[in-house]
């Protein structure tokens, strides 16, 4: 098997900043938000649109009913969701849900909307949710990062799927892609009420910013993101403008590393592109530079065991650089637990290749049980 690749210079840099928050942002390159997989484009300067393995993130179907819906979570802010239900759903049903979390730093229009759909054409109640902070959730400052209260999200996500009339409270189960892997497996840790948890494509973001791809990160540099993101903090309490870093590159160049590439194509072109209705142009996947490091302090996988007996599904491709999250967890997590290969998939595939996706697998996972 071959190592997963570092992304230490992955990191567009900003004009205006001074050097200090230069080196910050080349090192969360290495360990911010959702990095992708090795999807390489012809040319170095090409707009990349690779629509193959029936990459269709806007995927729409007539065997489902879109409700856009909106619930207090415990830190009373609005999170927002879209709920889709099948459409021939009786009046007195009772059936499983599926509550799904979008790739970090991304929203539920971008990879959630699409495995909320494909769920419901199975016959699940399914929701996509933007967690706070992003897309149409509440939260401010924008793009903050709070792991806390991203696990809350699932958590209140079940609140609302198990108080609809059409819901079997006791058959709720979870979907996180990328980074919302690792936010439900914390939600779930506490919160015995999801009963099933499936991961696609897992960032443990905790991991990937202490030690970055492959452990590639030192402790020191570590410790110049935490100073840098510290210093920054004197520069936003005074009025200065909220900083924003890593993420996917907002252009190519002859240096835009393999990775960027790979969700170049995905975030910033029609493929995936998604900007929410009053958010600032191309700022999805850029956190804020001084919350992100509070990922420092976040270790999902500590006591996943205490999951057990609640079953486990770990989903990844056998080529994505993220891959080494996906087998951390599996090793931890206690039985029942499954892994699956997705042969020739990397990180981004995941996210919106319908031919690539297993969704039968999925189905069956959640159908076994959620099972009455």
């Known amino acids: 098997m071959n190592k997963p690749i570092g992304t230490e210079n992955s990191v567009e840099q900003q004009a205006g900043l001074d050097v200090g928050r230069r080196n910050l942002l080349k ?135 198990g108080t609809r009339p059409f819901v079997d409270r006791e058959r709720i189960g979870g979907i996180g892609v990328c980074g919302s892997g690792s936010f439900i497996i914390s939600a779930a840790k506490i919160d015995p009420r999801l009963k099933a948890i499936a991961t696609v494509s897992m960032y443990d973001m905790g991991a990937a910013n202490r030690n970055a791809l492959n452990h590639s990160l030192s402790v020191e540099q570590r410790k110049q993101i935490i100073a840098a993101a510290a210093e920054q903090r004197y520069v936003e309490f005074e009025g200065g403008e909220i900083a924003v870093a890593g993420g996917t590159d907002l252009e190519l160049t002859a240096d835009t590393h393999p990775i960027q590439r790979e969700f170049y194509d995905f975030y910033r072109t029609p493929r995936g592109e998604f900007t929410p209705a009053g958010a600032s142009d191309q700022r999805t996947t850029k956190p804020t530079v001084t919350s992100n490091v509070k990922f420092m302090n976040f270790y999902p ?63 069956s996972f959640f159908n076994q049980h959620l099972s009455a």
């Open 301 to 363: 996988f500590n006591d996943i065991e205490t999951i057990s007996p609640r079953p486990m599904l770990f989903i990844t491709g056998d080529q994505a650089h993220s891959r080494e999250f996906s087998e951390d967890a599996y090793k931890r997590a206690a039985e029942p637990k499954e892994f699956v290969w997705v042969p020739g998939a990397g990180h981004v595939d995941l996210y919106d290749r319908v031919d690539l996706i297993p969704f039968d697998k999925l189905s």
């Open 27 to 161: 090192l969360t390159g290495a360990s911010v938000a959702a990095l992708g997989a090795m999807s390489i484009l012809n040319t170095p300067f090409a707009k990349a649109q690779d629509m193959s393995n029936g990459a269709s993130n806007f995927y729409t179907s007539d065997q489902v009913n879109l409700e856009k819906v909106s619930f207090r979570s415990q830190y009373q802010l609005n999170v927002t969701g879209n709920l889709f239900t099948p459409r021939n759903l009786a009046q007195n049903a009772a059936i499983p849900a599926i509550v799904v979390g979008h790739p970090m730093g991304a929203v539920k229009e971008q990879s959630a909307n699409l495995y909320a759909t494909k769920m419901a054409e199975q016959g699940f109640v399914a929701m996509s949710i933007d967690l706070p902070f992003w897309g149409e959730s509440e939260g401010q400052p924008r793009n903050a990062v709070s792991p806390d209260f991203y696990a809350e999200a699932f958590s209140a996500a079940v609140d609302f799927l």
